[in-house]
Every structure is written in structure tokens, then in C-alpha cells.
């Protein structure tokens, strides 16, 4: 592993159901991130974490829940998918919460 | 409320120089980011400034003046592969980073 991983690339959902998406680094970084970017919108925050073991919520937080149960890991749950989460999620990580943030190369969701 | 305000789309000539501005009004200043995002792809780090003045590397600069909530980032002798959105972000008081909705470049031949 070189850098952050997402999986899956992308996934079509039936609305309703429960979907974790996946986010790991190697970079040994304290700060992760998940965004949504919708057309237009540019990017959004979700959740962040500035450490393993603390979470915190973003700007659309609604829907969405995270843990961070260790440095390398930030997986993000939707507990009921409904077709407003049809977006593009960006996992990030940074070495402290104001550094520069390094990007996943993303997961495509379509809720249906 | 905080804003980011940059052009939504640009087009620019090869081999020209282009300079994409970004206005910002947000709670407080401790940076400022631009990243490229190629269509499809994720966003990747260009600049940072947090002082009044130009950052040079390379083909790229960014500008910033604190006192007037604005930046630049001009970029010279424009490639086809220059094609893709830039997004310009700011650490506000609370050093959470906000995003400006990108502006889309287009090169043409």
C-alpha cells in the first residue's frame, strides 16, 4: 500500500440498504477525512478525525457515521442509504489537522 | 457565513498563461490551499500560502494578499494536460479547511 486506499471504486446500492465504505493510509498520518463531492458543489465535509480514537462532524454529517478505532483505518458507514447520498467520496489524510491533505482516489456511489 | 468564490470554468490557449482567482471571506485566516482535480480523478496538493506574497514552483505560482481575502494561482506556458478543475481551500479560526466549488480550466489547442 502506497499512499490512501478506498474501496470499493464504485457501487450501486438499493436505497435502504447499509453500506461501509473503506479507507486506509500507510502514511502513519493523525488527521483523516471524508468528503462528498457533488457537481457543482465542489467538496464537502462529512466526518474527520484529528486522531485514532476521536471523530468529529463536518458540514453534512446527516446520515453518514464514522470510527476510528486506529491510525491507519476511517471507515464510513451509511446506515440506510437514500439516492441524495449518490455522490463521489473522498477519503483524506493529513499529518495534523491543518496540513496539507492527500487524497484517496475516491468511490463512485449511485443509491438507487 | 464563510465563502470561497472562485470562476467556475476559464478557457485558456497552449502555451499561454492563465491566472484563476479565488476570493475568500471566512472566520479567520491560517492558509491557503490550491489543488488540481483532473475529471475522474482525485484532488492533488499544488500550493500553499499563508504570507502576503508569491510562491513560485515551477510552471505554477500562487499569489495571496490577506489584507483583501485574495489569491491567484497563474499558471504559464499552458500544457493540454493543465486541463482539469483547481480548487482553492482555506483554513479558517478553527483550522477546518474550506472549499471553494473549483474552477474549470479548459485548454485549447
Known amino acids: 500500500i502506497a499512499g490512501i486506499t478506498q474501496a470499493p471504486t464504485s457501487q450501486i446500492l438499493a436505497a435502504g440498504r447499509r453500506m461501509t465504505l473503506r479507507c486506509t493510509q500507510d502514511?502513519?498520518?493523525?488527521?483523516m477525512y471524508w468528503y462528498r463531492q457533488d457537481l457543482g458543489l465542489g467538496l464537502r465535509l462529512i466526518h474527520y478525525?484529528?486522531?485514532?480514537?476521536?471523530?468529529g462532524k463536518g458540514e453534512v454529517p446527516d446520515g453518514y457515521s464514522v470510527s476510528r478505532a486506529n491510525t491507519d483505518d476511517f471507515p464510513l458507514t451509511l446506515a440506510s442509504a437514500v439516492p441524495s447520498q449518490t455522490s463521489v467520496y473522498f477519503c483524506?489524510?493529513?499529518?495534523?489537522?491543518?496540513?496539507?491533505?492527500?487524497f484517496g482516489p475516491g468511490t463512485r456511489l449511485t443509491v438507487l | 457565513g464563510q465563502n470561497i468564490d472562485q470562476p467556475t470554468e476559464m478557457t485558456a490557449t497552449e502555451g499561454a498563461i492563465v491566472q484563476i482567482n479565488c476570493t475568500y471571506q471566512?472566520?479567520?485566516?491560517?492558509?491557503l490551499f490550491w489543488y488540481q482535480q483532473h475529471a475522474g480523478e482525485a484532488p492533488t496538493f499544488l500550493s500553499y500560502?499563508?504570507l502576503d506574497g508569491l510562491e513560485e514552483k515551477g510552471r505554477f505560482s500562487s499569489f495571496l494578499s490577506r489584507s483583501k481575502g485574495y489569491s491567484y494561482l497563474l499558471l504559464k506556458e499552458l500544457q493540454m494536460k493543465d486541463s482539469a478543475s483547481y480548487l482553492c481551500?482555506?483554513?479558517?479560526?478553527?483550522?477546518?479547511?474550506?472549499w471553494g466549488a473549483g474552477t474549470k480550466l479548459i485548454i485549447k489547442p
Open positions: 483524506a489524510s493529513s499529518e495534523r489537522g491543518s496540513d496539507t491533505q492527500y
Open positions: 502514511m502513519r498520518h493523525n488527521a
Open positions: 478525525s484529528n486522531t485514532a480514537g476521536t471523530t
Open positions: 471566512t472566520s479567520g485566516f491560517n492558509g
Open positions: 500560502n499563508v
Open positions: 481551500a482555506v483554513i479558517d479560526s478553527n483550522y477546518q479547511l474550506i
